[in-house]
């Protein structure tokens, strides 16, 4: 068929719905929730802005984000970890977050330095333990900084040091407390590995509820996540078998991580993934969000998943800057290196 036996309707029908396709965002995501789905459709529905999904492993994205460069059609990437936000600014992928509402919203600490990325949730680094075993009053005071000593010789159960939370969590120490007291800290820590780190956070939970460690380090979310049931009916029940601890509450708080976005810096659609960001931090999408990844919300007129609420709400946070962990990065990875942690 030749343009000119086209109805000439149909041609103003196809720029008509271009220009409407023009009305998007593209978002590259390492969250791979179907039910997000929902959560997308809702954002179209409010603004007339249809969002495009690329979903994959975060380091894929950041790769390919790279690779792309100013063709990149990306707006947004949204992650896990401060330390990989981090790592998209270092490599220049961002442009500054200009919104009022998000600056209302999260507090500057879940920011970049000057706003290059936002978190959307938050969850906690904690200390998992059986009830059998301890009681709350027994951890109660219970602090990171404590978990070198020889008391909890062969008891913590961890991942590896190749896990970027981890490299967070230390990251963290060493902006508190500098380089010299975090390694003979993380020395004392892998003194008392109950077993060498293998697995991933969940697996540490299980130890405990298995009685091969007496305390784990794992992230809030994964307890809620394995009370669901949605990681199967084993995990279900290692899970009601322990009990989430709140560490160092009369010292700094309980070490903070964040999921979260950045708006690429070719980006065509700007004002729209700042609605997006804006949508995504809003009351409605905050909850969805909170109930399906059992993180902590950003708006605080939302409440955590009840999964994961039923531990305490009233814990204290560490409100060391999140950026930290991400400048402190290739220093807390040489350390653990130095300390022999696997
Ligand atoms: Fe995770």
Redesign the pocket.
């Known amino acids: 068929m030749r343009l000119k036996d086209i109805h000439p309707f149909l041609i103003i029908l196809a720029i008509l719905s271009g220009s409407a396709f023009s009305k998007e965002v593209n978002i590259y995501t390492s969250r791979h929730y179907d039910s997000d789905t929902i959560l997308y459709e809702n954002f179209t529905e409010e603004t007339g802005i249809k969002v495009n999904i690329i979903s994959s492993k975060s380091k894929a994205l950041l790769e390919r984000l790279r690779s792309e460069g100013e063709n990149s059609p990306a707006d947004i990437f949204i992650t ?1 970890d401060a330390g990989n936000l981090w790592k998209a600014q270092e490599y220049g992928l961002f442009r500054k977050i200009n919104s009022k509402k998000i600056d209302s919203i999260v507090p500057k600490n879940l920011r970049g330095k000057n706003n290059e990325w936002t978190a959307l949730a938050k ?1 906690a680094r904690v200390l998992f333990y059986s009830p059998k075993k301890y009681s709350s009053d027994d951890l109660k005071d219970l602090s990171y900084e404590d978990l070198s000593s020889s008391k909890w010789e062969k008891k913590l159960s961890i991942r590896s040091s190749n896990n970027l ?1 981890n490299q967070s969590l230390v990251a963290s120490m060493i902006a508190k407390y500098g380089e010299r007291f975090t390694e003979e800290w993380a020395k004392g820590l892998v003194n008392n590995f109950a077993r060498k780190p293998q697995g ?2 969940r697996a540490q939970i299980i130890a405990v509820a298995n009685d091969e460690a007496d305390l784990a380090i794992a ?1 809030s ?2 307890l809620g996540l394995m009370l669901s049931g949605k990681k199967g009916e084993k995990q279900l029940s290692a899970a009601k078998k322990v009990k989430i601890l709140f560490p160092s509450q009369n010292k700094a708080g309980a070490h903070i991580n964040i999921s979260g976005a950045g708006i690429i810096k070719s980006s065509k659609n700007y004002n729209n993934a700042i609605k997006f960001l804006e949508f995504m931090l809003s009351e409605t999408a905050q909850k969805h969000l909170v109930e399906n990844t059992y993180e902590y919300p950003i708006n605080k007129n939302v409440k955590p998943s009840d999964l994961i609420s039923q531990f305490g709400l009233n814990f204290k946070e560490d409100v060391t800057d999140v950026y930290k962990y991400g400048e402190f990065n290739s220093a807390a990875v040489k350390l653990m290196d130095r300390v022999g942690w696997q």
């Open positions: 896990v969850r939370y991933n956070d992230n979310y994964y």
